[in-house]
């Protein structure tokens, strides 16, 4: 079984919905970072934002310490490097570093995005 990295809406970073669906989602790398909130705002909004149907919204980031996912999606002529970021836990460090190298299937959480 693929493993899966879950999103709760379709954020406006992502590739293409057909991408999503159809291409080959790969984990390129993994970064941690002690104190998100001092990665520059813009990443942090482009990272966040995603369309709630009426208006564009923010998902809220976590506090304090935090992984950054590189996630590299080909599909047809769809290439995109694109992030996530999520909350640190040890048990979602070693999760997301064992995906390192790995295709992942991307999934948005049913009724949402």
Known sequence: MMPKIRFSHKYYKMPIRE???KGKHTVIGI???????KLPEEFLHYDASFWN??????????LG??????IF??????????TSIRRWTPWKE??????????????IEK???
């Open 19 to 21: 991408a999503i669906e």
């Open 31 to 37: 970064q941690i970072h002690e104190d998100i909130y």
């Open 53 to 62: 149907g009426k208006e564009t919204e923010e998902y809220p980031i976590p």
């Open 65 to 70: 310490k935090g992984i950054v996912i590189f």
């Open 73 to 82: 999606t080909c599909y047809e002529a769809e290439k995109k490097v694109w």
């Open 94 to 107: 070693k999760y997301y570093r064992d995906l390192k190298g790995k295709e992942v299937e991307i999934v």
């Open 111 to 113: 009724g949402k995005g």
